[in-house]
């Protein structure tokens, strides 16, 4: 199988390429990873794989001409994307050309050179909050911030492409991921950050919002699944640990892990700087589960792999 991996330089796809070119299970797997090649910092993702003759990378841009990217390819794993939503809310218009332009043209290539299985990696934010119990597949999307809007146009088009072209697309909504090599932006890595360099966690609102975590190669190994599984073409799959936390739960389990004070904390008035701000997601993934998929990593562990990870690799935030 040849595979087309967008963002492939990224916190989860370079996770993912890592995990087929070094597991001999994936042997008769090559990639073409298709990366935007904008800093060092995201090249360093792929250091330990990157002379892989399984893999050709091509630097590109979503917002620019890729035509003839999926030539040869047998399948698609989109997670190219603009992902953070404050800056979303400054600025929507590079979400809507990356994320819905971007996605249109990359399942336009998908569709001409007739790609067997494109696999469009979403996010549970496309639901809006829900403040008990959990989403299925078959909810309605109420996105809240641009960037959630932008990835719901992204999937609707690519359940479009099925109903309309007969391309087999899978849609795939995740919830936050945890692992080695996060952008120290996200709010896993910069606690961290702060925490060893004792300094104060910056924590939104009142710290009450939850969110779910998996860990990252939990995440891919859903991915891998559902690039061979028999599914329906337009289906929609919730890849999920549902391991529930409070934000400022987690920042006082990384101080403790740390053994720092956990007075630690400085709340962060979050009006202006992301209004509407969610306070719940929530997935239920019954329908991959029956797949056989199950998340192999709990929250206590995967929590402290990662501040571990971190810790030892503090180059990781320079």
Same mark, same amino acid.
């Given at each position: 199988m040849r595979i087309l991996v967008t963002g492939a330089?990224? $916190?989860?796809?370079?996770? $993912?390429?890592?995990? =087929?070119?070094? @597991? @001999?299970?994936?042997?008769?797997?090559?990639? =073409?990873?298709f990366a935007h090649n904008s800093d060092q910092r995201n090249r360093d993702r792929l250091y330990d794989v990157h002379d892989s003759e399984r893999l050709r990378l091509v630097f590109g841009d979503l917002r620019g001409d890729f035509s003839g990217l999926t030539e040869g390819c047998d399948a698609v794993v989109h997670f190219g994307a603009k992902t953070y939503v404050d800056h979303s809310i400054l600025d929507p218009t590079p979400f809507v050309e990356s994320n819905v332009m971007g996605t249109l043209r990359l399942l336009e290539d998908a569709r001409r050179n007739k790609v067997k299985r494109f696999i469009q990696v979403s996010t549970d934010e496309v639901y809006g909050a829900i403040l008990e119990g959990s989403y299925t597949e078959n909810s309605a999307l109420n996105p809240t911030n641009p960037y959630a809007a932008s990835k719901a146009g992204a999937d609707c088009l690519a359940i479009c492409y099925a109903n309309t072209f007969g391309l087999h697309t899978v849609i795939t909504r995740t919830e936050n991921? =945890?692992?080695p090599f996060q952008h120290p932006q996200k709010v896993f890595p910069t606690f961290v950050r702060k925490a060893l360099a004792n300094e104060l966690l910056p924590v939104y609102g009142d710290g009450r919002h939850v969110r779910q975590w998996l860990w990252v190669d939990d995440h891919v190994d859903a991915i891998l699944l559902l690039l061979k599984a028999d599914v329906a073409p337009g289906s929609v799959y919730h890849i999920a640990g549902n391991q529930e936390l409070e934000n400022l739960d987690l920042a006082e389990r990384i101080l403790t892990i740390l053994g720092k004070p956990l007075d630690r904390i400085q709340f962060i008035d979050d009006h202006n700087i992301r209004p509407g701000h969610d306070r719940r997601y929530a997935l239920c993934c019954d329908k991959l589960k029956g797949l056989g998929w199950a998340p192999k990593m709990g929250l206590n562990e995967m929590i402290g792999t990662a501040v571990r990870w971190y810790s030892d690799h503090q180059w990781w935030f320079s």
């Amino acid at each position: 199988m040849r595979i087309l991996v967008t963002g492939a330089d990224g $916190f989860i796809g370079s996770a $993912f390429i890592r995990r =087929v070119l070094q @597991s @001999s299970y994936y042997e008769e797997y090559s990639l =073409v990873g298709f990366a935007h090649n904008s800093d060092q910092r995201n090249r360093d993702r792929l250091y330990d794989v990157h002379d892989s003759e399984r893999l050709r990378l091509v630097f590109g841009d979503l917002r620019g001409d890729f035509s003839g990217l999926t030539e040869g390819c047998d399948a698609v794993v989109h997670f190219g994307a603009k992902t953070y939503v404050d800056h979303s809310i400054l600025d929507p218009t590079p979400f809507v050309e990356s994320n819905v332009m971007g996605t249109l043209r990359l399942l336009e290539d998908a569709r001409r050179n007739k790609v067997k299985r494109f696999i469009q990696v979403s996010t549970d934010e496309v639901y809006g909050a829900i403040l008990e119990g959990s989403y299925t597949e078959n909810s309605a999307l109420n996105p809240t911030n641009p960037y959630a809007a932008s990835k719901a146009g992204a999937d609707c088009l690519a359940i479009c492409y099925a109903n309309t072209f007969g391309l087999h697309t899978v849609i795939t909504r995740t919830e936050n991921n =945890v692992g080695p090599f996060q952008h120290p932006q996200k709010v896993f890595p910069t606690f961290v950050r702060k925490a060893l360099a004792n300094e104060l966690l910056p924590v939104y609102g009142d710290g009450r919002h939850v969110r779910q975590w998996l860990w990252v190669d939990d995440h891919v190994d859903a991915i891998l699944l559902l690039l061979k599984a028999d599914v329906a073409p337009g289906s929609v799959y919730h890849i999920a640990g549902n391991q529930e936390l409070e934000n400022l739960d987690l920042a006082e389990r990384i101080l403790t892990i740390l053994g720092k004070p956990l007075d630690r904390i400085q709340f962060i008035d979050d009006h202006n700087i992301r209004p509407g701000h969610d306070r719940r997601y929530a997935l239920c993934c019954d329908k991959l589960k029956g797949l056989g998929w199950a998340p192999k990593m709990g929250l206590n562990e995967m929590i402290g792999t990662a501040v571990r990870w971190y810790s030892d690799h503090q180059w990781w935030f320079s």
